[in-house]
């Protein structure tokens, strides 16, 4: 259902259908019992997981449903101290030459039961080696489980970064690195850095069920998978043991909606309770809701248009700056975005104390780019496609109509635009082939070092992963970013990040095009709910309590 230009009267008689039709069919999972929303949260989320297993997916939907949910990291990042904070590692130690990292877990942190298998002991350092070795061991008898993707950890070569991994005793683990590394400890605080078992490994293998350690996870987590059902909902049950002390809720829903008009009148009607990813269009009629709270975060984030640089005439520089001046993104950001967001000079937030200040930008000029293509040889432009993601995003709420508005910007200067949009999950894997010639994504911080903004998507080992869209690969821009991370301070790796801007600038694989906000909207009676700028909503610390109560 397309958002309409009028969208408040638009959606006030959607409500008025949507309340009728619930009344009818009901919208709402079936509760394991009547008391069920005195005890439990639904969240309304854009789509289904890919998998139960973060490791295995860069997917902001995925890692939303699982990472927080049901599994714990080594270490965490707290955004509003900016620092690193212990988790299943109650400590760790750094040694003096920086190629040593020692972790001393807690004791009596136990592991989720299902059906199928009830654990016989708690974590220990068997289960962290066994976590990542199946990522980094080519040779692991999980590694080829589920398709062997690793995306964040392949993006960033894990396996090229960690020479071994020592089990020291059960409580304490010793990761030994290639080369010291400053954004190790952030890695590991990543939503995907997580911690399985070791023990429901060993059994599924001699029940010859290897699949099931993603699709039927075991963690440490403050819930567990009770049930899902693809296309209609997911849902958990509170771990009543949990090692941080059990959640304030008893179960937890999520509720698979699609359309953002759906979830938004969900909330309105109290089906929802919290929802994911509002379009910018909605915002006005959340805030005039009194039952609606909007929780807005500063974005960490980039969305930009990527191009084949293996692919002629995407290959050649001066083509790929005569549509970065041809583009507008003052008219992206206003008609996407309503203003949600500010235009980007790279893919690094302005907020990084990492962002180059000084950084020249590519101004809207078509003129200039009329001029550059035909400098090239290309006096009448020339046939292009451009993927556009058909799912909405934090960094882009609606990528279709930002290659609508780039079509015709580009019309402009003679370059006809075929838009190309898939079914998410066909998208993902036609994207693999490299048939295209340019297209719309973005990427969201996993951490605050900034790293994480160019290694995950722009390295030569991202290309190997698959998170490299560009297909660009340039071992000097890698040499800037292992510099970079050769140093601890960031006065000193701050230079690093400079360079590696610039080189951008002048390489072009991708134009920037924005530094969305963030935005996630909460019925008032929902409590304990933070908005993480990294990653994935927690909802451990979450609570209801009634609008009267003071």
């Known amino acids: 259902m397309i958002v309409a230009t009028n969208t408040m009267k ?9 309340s009728v039709f619930s009344m009818i069919t009901g919208c709402s999972p079936a509760p394991d019992d009547l ?79 299902n059906k199928i298998f009830t654990p016989t002991r708690h974590l220990n350092a068997d289960d962290v080696l066994f976590s990542f070795s199946r990522i980094i061991n080519a040779s692991h008898p999980f590694h080829q489980v589920s398709g062997s993707s690793y995306p964040f950890f392949s993006s960033i070569n894990l396996a090229g970064i960690i020479e071994t991994i020592d089990v020291i005793n059960p409580t304490t683990i010793a990761f030994h690195l290639v080369n010291p590394d400053s954004s190790f400890l952030a890695n590991l605080a990543t939503d995907f850095a997580v911690i399985l078992s070791q023990e429901y490994g060993q059994y599924l293998q001699s029940i010859n069920s290897l699949d099931f350690i993603d699709s039927k996870p075991i963690g440490t987590g403050p819930f567990y998978l009770a049930a899902y059902y693809k296309d209609n909902y997911i849902r958990y049950k509170s771990h009543q043991e949990y090692w941080a002390g ?6 937890l829903v999520y509720d698979i909606t699609s ?32 039952n609606l709270e909007l929780q807005i975060q500063t974005g960490l984030n980039v969305s930009y248009l990527a191009f084949n640089t293996e692919k002629p005439p995407f290959n ?67 046939k292009m496609t451009l993927w556009a993601a058909p799912v909405q995003r934090i960094y882009n709420p609606n990528a279709v109509k930002t290659a609508e508005l780039i079509q015709g910007q580009l019309a402009e200067i003679g370059i006809k635009i075929k838009i190309i949009s898939y079914g998410w999950s066909v998208f993902l894997n036609k994207l693999n082939d490299y048939q295209y010639d340019s297209v719309l994504l973005g990427w969201t ?76 909207v909460r019925r008032r009676t929902v409590h304990g709910l933070s908005l993480n700028p990294y990653g994935g909503i927690s909802f451990r610390k979450v609570y209801l309590k009634p609008l009267q109560e003071k």
């Open 246 to 251: 059990k959640p304030r809720i008893e179960q």
């Open 259 to 290: 359309k953002s008009t759906n979830r938004i009148a969900k909330l309105m009607t109290g089906d929802c309770d919290v929802s994911a990813l509002p379009q910018s269009s909605e915002l006005d009629i959340i805030r005039h809701n009194v």
């Open 10 to 18: 638009y959606l006030r008689n959607f409500l008025l259908y949507f």
């Open 35 to 113: 008391n069920f929303r005195e005890h439990g949260i639904v969240f309304c989320s854009e789509g289904d997981p890919s998998t139960f297993n973060p490791q295995l997916s860069a997917s902001g939907t995925t890692v939303d449903a699982t990472s927080y949910q049901l599994y714990n990291r080594l270490v965490e990042y707290n955004p509003a101290l900016g620092k690193l904070e212990p988790a299943l590692a109650h400590r760790w130690e750094v040694s003096n030459d920086g190629h040593t990292y020692t972790f001393f877990l807690r004791n009596n942190v136990p592991f989720h039961h």
């Open 316 to 382: 050649r520089l001066i083509i790929r700056q005569a549509i970065a001046h041809a583009i507008n993104k003052k008219a992206i950001i206003d008609a996407v975005y309503y203003g949600s967001a500010t235009s980007a000079k790279t893919v690094l937030p302005p907020l990084s104390w990492a962002y180059d200040n000084t950084l020249k930008e590519y101004e809207y000029n078509p003129t200039k780019a009329r001029k550059m293509l035909a400098e090239a040889g290309y006096p009448d432009g020339f």
């Open 445 to 520: 911080a996993d951490n605050a070092d900034p790293d994480n903004f160019f290694r995950p998507i722009l390295s030569c080992s991202s290309l190997i992963s698959g998170n490299n869209r560009a297909n660009w690969c340039e071992p000097k821009f890698d040499q800037l970013l292992n510099s970079a991370i050769a140093h601890n301070a960031q006065v000193d790796r701050i230079p690093y990040y400079h360079q590696a801007q610039q080189m951008l600038f002048e390489h072009l694989p991708v134009v920037p095009l924005g530094h969305a906000l963030r935005f996630q």
